[in-house]
């Protein structure tokens, strides 16, 4: 892609997702991803309605009058974006691939991050650690996230979520937001998954093609698995072969919902052919009114 394509192609995202950012996201992502700390702001003197554990006495004493402390919350978070660059993102047949998909729900977090005053850093990988940013604020970290995932041309293309997953377990220590963004077709990352939850908030978006949960009646196929670059021939006219894939697929769901509800990892299942936003906004209100009732 030309360095002009890119510019082009990055700004078209900047002017879709901006509206979604300041009109859906904003005031939802503020009340979930609230900062994780108090720090001191100031010094005043008591009023009415103070709560008498805020009195500062070494103050107070030198006054001969009640001050106060004052705190603000640390608004401060690092936000990550775990972006799955393997070659089975690259399919899509309802418009969108699920790379593009990917990209601009990466968008949409990453500028509401920017909005909320947060840090956001990427990384992405195939069955490695293919490109690593750190976390940074301003709208040009934003920025060049998007640059990154548009631009970035990866060395594999298979998938392997476990090494990412410790990969970022291992060099990030101050505890963050991390979203891990795959397709999840793969296996072998569940406990990883589970031991980076337990020191970060981890939360899990799914991106499927309505394509991949049903076999279409079709006569002769010849597949390839975009990772492995094997190839085959199905006759998808045979009704038991399509019964027999179609139950996998709801045992799968079923299993990984299974899986991410027992490690209490928030699970987002989003597809290409619907809209993300209405998904994003009731799961970030349901996850505000769950905290709110702890």
Do not use: C
Not at 214 to 230: F, I, R, S, V, W
Not at 256 to 278: E, G, H, S
């Amino acid at each position: 892609m030309e360095t002009s394509d890119i510019i082009k192609k990055i700004r078209k995202i900047e002017i879709t997702t901006r509206d979604l950012v300041s009109d859906l996201f904003s005031g939802e992502y503020h009340s979930l991803f609230k900062g994780q700390g108090l720090e001191f702001s100031e010094v005043r003197e008591y009023q009415s309605g103070d709560s008498f554990r805020q009195i500062d006495w070494n103050v107070t004493a030198r006054h001969g009058f009640p001050y106060i402390k004052k705190f603000e919350e640390t608004r401060e978070l690092n936000v990550m974006f775990l972006v799955d660059s393997s070659a089975s993102t690259l399919f899509g047949t309802k418009g969108y691939l699920k790379s593009e998909f990917i990209t601009e729900i990466t968008a949409v977090l990453s500028f509401s991050a920017l909005s909320n005053n947060d840090k956001v850093g990427l990384l992405l990988f195939t069955d490695e650690v293919e490109k690593y940013v750190p976390p940074t604020k301003g709208k040009k970290s934003a920025l060049r996230i998007l640059r990154d995932i548009l631009y970035f041309e990866p060395k594999k293309s298979g998938t392997n979520i476990k090494n990412a997953v410790e990969y970022i377990y291992r060099l990030i220590k101050k505890r963050s937001i991390i979203f891990v963004i795959s397709d999840f077709l793969d296996t072998n990352y569940l406990d990883s998954l589970k031991i980076l939850a337990k020191k970060h908030d981890v939360i899990a978006l799914r991106i499927q093609d309505s394509a991949e949960s049903k076999m279409p009646n079709a006569g002769l196929l010849n597949l390839q698995d975009p990772e492995t670059g094997k190839t085959f021939t199905i006759n998808s006219s045979n009704p038991k072969l399509r019964e027999k894939y179609n139950k996998a697929v709801i045992q799968q769901e079923a299993d990984i919902t299974q899986q991410f509800r027992k490690m209490k990892i928030d699970l987002v299942t989003l597809n290409t052919d619907k809209p993300y936003a209405p998904e994003l906004m009731k799961f970030f209100k349901f996850r505000i009114r769950m905290k709110n009732q702890r």
